[in-house]
T-cell receptor, first 113, second 113 residues
Framework: DQQVKQNSPSLSVQEGRISILNCDYT??????FLWYKKYPAEGPTFLIS?????DKNEDGRFTVFLNKSAKHLSLHIVPSQPGDSAVYFCAASARNNNNDMRFGAGTRLTVKP | NAGVMQNPRHLVRRRGQEARLRCSPM?????VYWYRQLPEEGLKFMVY????????ESGMPKERFSAEFPKEGPSILRIQQVVRGDSAAYFCASSPGTGLVAFFGQGTRLTVV
């Protein structure tokens, strides 16, 4: 039951350019969305989140966009840096329905110098 | 303020043995989530617990797996009679409440030989 989908398993970007990671969800009860970054052999670390009452949230080089009608969100990283190379997971939760978080399969971002 | 602590970091078990994975949430966090990551795959939800209660265990196999989060002490994920297919990284996350960001531990890497 894949409620959160990240259809691109990998993405390669040149340093300094924009990275766009995409995520789709199916459960209309989801109202809170998060992005996590994961390095090998480490736990995921929280990056940025957005509530369903917003359509954009920005934090430095990272911006998350939410399109509720399309059930789609994206993470933009600009400018991309080699240190951004990691696996990025999209997550969604339904705060009025148990709040358990569901994750996508992840997208491996490689930023080339 | 220590982060989410998982132990052990690495666990090797022979087929048929029991594996016990521990997760101490961040101070003040009463919500715990367990996820499993198989090699080359994403994070799969297993179970969501609040103090002394299992809220959602829909992602946990019906047999051999159990989880608890007692009033005192860490959350425990127990796998009985382990099989090779149980080899994976198991991650725990905690949050202070509904609709708030969850933070992850470093994970326990279980290897069944």
């Amino acid at each position: 039951d894949q409620q959160v989908k990240q259809n691109s398993p990998s993405l390669s970007v040149q340093e300094g350019r924009i990275s766009i990671l995409n995520c789709d969800y199916t459960n209309s009860m989801f109202d809170y969305f998060l992005w996590y970054k994961k390095y090998p052999a480490e736990g995921p670390t929280f990056l940025i989140s957005i509530s369903s009452i917003k359509d954009k949230n920005e934090d430095g080089r990272f911006t998350v966009f939410l399109n509720k009608s399309a059930k789609h969100l994206s993470l933009h990283i600009v400018p991309s840096q080699p240190g951004d190379s990691a696996v990025y997971f999209c997550a969604a939760s339904a705060r009025n329905n148990n709040n358990d978080m569901r994750f996508g399969a992840g997208t491996r971002l490689t930023v080339k110098p | 303020n220590a982060g989410v602590m998982q132990n052990p970091r690495h666990l090797v078990r022979r087929r048929g043995q029991e594996a016990r994975l521990r997760c101490s949430p961040m101070k003040g966090h009463s919500h715990v989530y367990w996820y499993r990551q198989l090699p080359e795959e994403g994070l799969k939800f297993m179970v969501y617990l609040q103090k002394e209660n299992i809220i959602d265990e829909s992602g946990m196999p019906k047999e051999r797996f159990s989880a608890e989060f007692p009033k005192e002490g860490p959350s425990i994920l127990r796998i009985q009679q382990v099989v090779r297919g149980d080899s994976a990284a198991y991650f725990c996350a905690s949050s202070p409440g509904t609709g708030l960001v969850a933070f992850f531990g470093q994970g326990t890497r279980l290897t069944v030989v």
